[in-house]
């Protein structure tokens, strides 16, 4: 079985998608850019096809429900699900539009999708234990599609309100958090709000969700009075703020801009392996951090990614860690044979990975052969990779778990020639194969 992280997502989507099936395919639009070519995103275990619109067909995910012994009705759910997975992942509209099922992954008629991507990583993707976190995660997803002010808020609201069930409470909540708000049209709003609003949790309560639910009431809005949809509208970015916010504190269930926000999501394996004690020590510089043990893995493999490309190194082990300079610790790995070395930078105080692919890497001259070729074109290989924005992930072999990774490299004062690569290439392997033929 394909390593996960040596997986090729396109070529292993082309594959599923010749196979028989109980096969379930949602046609799908909103925000979220999508996948110009064909690739599988994992989720829960499972493997859905994202799809880019064709000609005549619109985008859509497509799902086996056969090997995972589904029937249609399950494998919508599953869909739909992975539908919300995806939104809350990006903070984008995702919306389910229409559905076929057979026994082949046909397609659907012709939407217009207007924001593509060259393809999707499927990180971040949430992955709660709780059934209420998903309905949560749900009616969010819900919220953003809707193309209905009032829908759209009440959506939002509901989001609160699944978790703050106590009314009295639920607007306590409101007052406390509105110092949380960080979307910038949340904020717009609220300034506008506090200069005519005494309570602002209340004036949600009564004027925008009882206002849309119930026209029985004194307040409630009009769908043909501009002026309502117009407050509505107004006032939704408030209400989703305050929802994604309530899901993030209740559930854990990281935002998307908290993850950008947030230190050491990529070292999370170095940071348990050095542990929170020693971490510290060298943070401060203390002499007591010399000779302390860091449990690393037996065997890593390194990943150079870059969208859909990547080359890995399997095998590898930690050689050495060295302290440097610049308040961080260098992880130095190298292969079975000593003949290729890769050095890993962590900051200790930013939290992050970081490498070099011109200075970091190096590779022990050895004798010509068709091998020795081999292994110089695939140390250039994983070297331009980095070189044009790719990053380097770090797997325990053995546990099957990504450790930490980098931040998308940056050249600078340099430019990256492709054409120069290649023809280095092309001269490796013209070589080689003049070595096979002596």
Not at 124 to 141: S, T, Y
Not at 240 to 266: F, P, S, V
Not at 415 to 430: M, N, T
Request: hydrophobic share 40%.
């Amino acid at each position: 079985m394909t390593k996960p992280y040596l997986r090729d997502v396109r070529a292993d989507a082309q594959a599923l998608l010749n196979q028989r099936g109980r096969w379930v395919v949602a046609g799908v639009e909103g925000g979220l850019a999508w996948p110009k070519i064909a690739q599988v995103v994992v989720f829960e275990g499972m493997d859905f096809i994202l799809r880019p619109e064709a000609e005549d067909l619109m985008a859509n995910i497509a799902f086996n429900a056969e090997l995972y012994g589904l029937d249609v009705k399950q494998g919508q759910a599953r869909i739909l699900k992975f539908a919300t997975a995806l939104s809350w992942s990006d903070g984008s509209s995702l919306e389910v539009t229409s559905w076929v099922s057979g026994s082949h992954p046909i397609g659907l008629g012709k939407r217009r999708w207007s924001v593509v991507r060259d393809f999707m990583t499927g990180d971040g993707l949430p992955q709660p234990k709780e059934d209420e976190a998903w309905v949560a995660l749900a009616l969010f997803r819900e919220g953003l599609v809707s193309k209905n002010a009032f829908y759209s808020f009440l959506s939002f609201f509901k989001v609160i309100a699944s978790i703050h069930r106590d009314g009295r409470m639920r607007g306590q909540w409101i007052g406390e958090k509105l110092k949380a708000l960080d979307a910038d049209d949340a904020l717009k709003r609220l300034e506008e709000l506090n200069g005519s609003v005494d309570n602002i949790g209340y004036y949600l309560f009564e004027e925008g969700r009882n206002a849309i639910a119930h026209a029985e009431k004194d307040i409630f809005v009009n769908p043909d009075e501009p002026l309502d949809y117009e407050r509505i509208l107004r006032d939704t970015p408030l209400v989703r703020n305050l929802a994604e916010i309530a899901i993030e504190e209740r559930y854990g269930i990281l935002r998307r801009r908290t993850r950008y926000r947030t230190k050491g999501l990529d070292v999370v394996g170095f940071k348990k392996a050095i542990g929170p004690e020693l971490w510290k020590m060298l943070l401060d510089k203390s002499p007591a951090a010399e000779g302390k043990n860091v449990e690393t893995p037996d065997s890593v493999a390194l990943v150079a990614r870059r969208d859909a490309s990547f080359y890995a190194y399997e095998g590898m082990t930690f050689a050495a860690i060295v302290p440097n300079g610049e308040g961080g610790v260098g992880f130095v790995l190298t292969d079975d044979r000593k003949t290729i070395e890769f050095c890993l930078h962590l900051d200790l105080e930013k939290e992050s990975l970081s490498f070099d692919p011109l200075q970091d890497m190096a590779r022990a001259p050895e004798a010509e052969s068709p091998e020795a070729i081999d292994r110089a074109i695939k140390f250039l290989q994983f070297q331009f990779c980095i070189v044009c924005n790719g990053h380097i992930e770090v797997w325990d072999e053995k546990a099957i778990s990504l450790i930490g990774r980098t931040d998308g490299y940056i050249p600078l004062n340099m430019f990256v020639v492709p054409d120069a690569f290649e023809k280095q290439i092309a001269q490796l392997q013209a070589r080689r194969a003049e070595l096979e033929k002596e």
